[in-house]
């Protein structure tokens, strides 16, 4: 309560629910859950940055979504991880967009990470991940988020030094990449 830079993500990956590895909603929320949850946090606290990332396309649309959840922005990890994943973040920002109110923000969350989609071996795959953030600063995202295995588990080492070579070189140009 009362700490406006904080803002809660609910749920990871809310487009789990009801699929394959959790059929039945065991390990994941509903979208009417968030919905649910989401209210009771804005009762208390009308103020609090409230969403739930998901997946993006395949589950529901973006307007569904937000119409199921009434999120405050939309936390998607989209494009797909595929193998030109960082090209399609203009693609999937105007998919999201061409659904939603201008009003909304919106946030790539989890569009990749090594052994997703990305070759990490390969030291020039740093651009991947800096092209990716250049195309969702140009489209108009409200943020891009470098996802990484660096951060599951911090009890031995910081983040920073848990980071590969590849995901080094591309925190290091990040600032100057989005400029």
């Not at 830079?5 to 509903?30: A, F, I, M, R």
């Not at 919106?106 to 990490?120: A, M, N, T, Y």
Request: proline fraction near 4%; include cysteine; aromatic fraction near 6%.
């Amino acid at each position: 309560k009362n700490s406006p830079n904080v803002l809660l993500d609910l749920q990871n990956e809310t487009d789990h629910c009801g699929k394959q590895g959790d059929p039945d909603c065991l390990g994941h929320l509903s979208l009417a859950q968030v919905r649910e949850i989401r209210n009771a946090i804005k009762e208390i606290e009308p103020d609090q940055i409230v969403t739930a990332s998901w997946g993006g396309g395949d589950a529901e649309d973006y307007k569904s979504f937000l119409e199921q959840t009434n999120v405050d922005f939309i936390a998607t990890h989209g494009p797909p991880r595929k193998k030109d994943w960082a090209e399609k973040t203009t693609v999937e920002m105007k998919r999201a967009r061409s659904q939603l109110s201008s009003e909304i923000p919106i946030l790539f969350d989890e569009p990749s990470r090594c052994d997703k989609g990305v070759d990490c071996k390969d030291r020039s795959a740093a651009q991947q991940f800096l092209s990716a953030a250049q195309n969702a600063t140009r489209s108009g995202a409200a943020g891009w988020f470098l996802h990484t295995t660096a951060g599951f588990r911090l009890n031995n080492r910081p983040m920073h030094e848990r980071l590969n070579r590849t995901e080094k070189i591309a925190v290091n140009r990040l600032a100057e990449a989005i400029k």
